[in-house]
């Protein structure tokens, strides 16, 4: 259905930015709307960021709300997820998910980028 490639992952220093990309193909990238999620050693997948097809609707987990930001670039086919204030806790592998609506199903996932952000 689409193919999803994450990028943009490394290691940062907390408190410092990142910006994560998630480029797709296979399907016109305005028919799905984009999701983030996270993983880390220690947990269950989680629910990060999301937004809709037309990119006018956005929501956010508790935890990264007012840190991080979704975004989506029709023109290159590219949603964003912009991470500041990192914290050791966002460590994590960090998956791009495409879906039919900000809450879900996500039906397509890229094969994760590792964020790991140290103290």
């Known amino acids: 259905q689409v193919q999803l490639v994450e990028s943009g992952g490394g290691l940062v220093q907390a408190g410092g930015s990142l910006r994560l990309s998630c480029a797709t193909s296979g399907r016109a990238f305005s028919s799905y709307a984009m999701g983030w999620f996270r993983r880390a050693p220690d947990k269950e997948r989680e629910f990060v960021a999301a937004?809709?097809?037309?990119?006018?609707?956005?929501r956010y987990a508790d935890s990264v709300k007012g840190r991080f930001t979704i975004s989506k670039d029709n023109a290159k086919n590219t949603v964003y997820l912009q991470m500041n204030g990192l914290k050791p806790e966002d460590t994590a592998v960090y998956y791009c998910?495409?879906?039919?609506?900000?809450?879900?199903?996500?039906?397509?996932w890229g094969q994760g980028t590792q964020v790991t952000v140290s103290s």
């Open positions: 998910a495409a879906g039919s609506s900000t809450n879900g199903p996500f039906d397509s």
């Open positions: 937004i809709s097809r037309n990119g006018y609707l956005t």
